[in-house]
């Protein structure tokens, strides 16, 4: 089994019989020391994928739990599959990154081997590029994981156009995918940046605990000092810096657009959670509560919600030119969050940034569009990403 109960907040795995099932008769064969993401068996083996600054980490252990080795991967990036039949000598597993699209390998138990079984057909080419882990420190000193995705031999001149994207929230590990989309900002020179903010789970129960409620500004601070330590490194400046996140990320790119608006040139807020007084009276946001805390429960809960609820902050100031999107079939986070903080933030700009608000039709929560929908908001998020930067574009490789 694998257990976060007790003194394993980062999950171990343990081993009983089914008419032994209680704790005092566990024998621990993976302990909690690793953030362990996910356990398979196949050919009488365990294979844990663990978190590891939040890319993965693949060990293969005996069923007695002894580790017997540690699979070498093609790069950062994140891995799924491992899972087979106890006599199978060859498994398979997927790994991608941001710069490898899902590919499939075949794994040798016995020898330890991956050999390429097989690859999208997607018109890139991944070794110009790079993938880097960096760990920076945030306003409490606390050390947080950021992976940075570009074009070899990058020039640290502060002119290059950056995308921090982040999440920060509900334990959700963001690990490393491919995404076409991303492939137009790497081709023009850009830096993909994405940081491991507290409130997500890459570190386990503790790391989401230390992000939510009355902690919900820690997640601020991380990304903050995301965008400071890109600009103080010359990756960027905060004329060439966007900032990226959808639903609770859209919720982090509000907060932060409002409390530090001279770090970033452009924003992309994207169906976020925006009114934090009143977001768990609409649809799914009565079941928030235990991440954020409600305006009712305490005059303490209240007065933290409104000093960083994206909404209410507004106030006149030179803001990023920001591109709010939305759709109009949106159950989750609805509509109407978008809606009144574009109203708002076009009323309380005061700089020459625009502020436009996109809604899609017929769609959900970035869900249930099509593949013409999807291509034409991504088409649009770059041409504003480069226009407002003033980047010349495109160039495709």
Known sequence: MVTNLGVAPRYQVVATTIRNLEPENWTVLIASNQNVGDVKMAGGKLFAIHLAGATSKVEQYSLEGNLERTLSLPQIGTVSGFSGKPSQREIYYTFTSYTLPPTIFKYSISTGQSVLYKIPPIRFNPNKYESKLIFYRSKDGTRIPMVLTYKKGLVLDGKNPTLLHAYGGFGVNVTPQ??????????????????????????????HLA??????????????????????????????????????????????????????????????????????????????????????????????????????????????????????????????????????????????????????????????????????????????????????????E
């Open 211 to 396: 992000g939510t409620k009355l902690k919900k500004q820690t997640v601020f601070d991380d990304y903050i000092a995301a965008a400071e330590w890109l600009i103080q490194n010359r990756y960027t400046s905060a004329d060439y810096l966007a900032s990226s996140g959808a639903s609770n990320g859209g919720l982090l790119v509000g907060a932060t657009l409002t409390q530090r608006p001279d770090l970033f040139k452009v924003a992309f807020p994207a169906v976020g959670v925006l009114d934090m007084l009143r977001y768990q009276q609409f649809t799914s946001g009565a079941g928030w509560t235990s991440e954020y805390g409600t305006a009712q429960d305490s005059p303490e809960m209240f007065y933290y919600l409104y000093r960083y609820s994206p909404y209410h902050t507004l106030k006149p100031a030179s803001y990023p030119a920001t591109l709010i999107t939305t759709a109009d079939h949106d159950d989750r986070v609805v509509p109407a969050h978008s809606f009144k903080f574009a109203a708002r933030l076009q009323e309380t700009q005061i700089g020459a940034a625009p502020v436009l608000l996109r809604i899609e039709t017929n769609a959900g929560h970035g869900l249930g569009r099509s593949t013409a929908q999807v291509i034409s908001e991504q088409a649009d998020k770059w041409a504003f990403l480069f226009e407002n930067m003033g980047v010349k574009y495109p160039h495709m």
């Open 178 to 207: 491919f995404s076409t989309s991303n492939i137009i900002l790497l081709e023009n020179g850009g830096i993909y940046a994405v940081p491991s903010l507290r409130g997500g789970g890459e570190y386990g129960e503790p790391w």
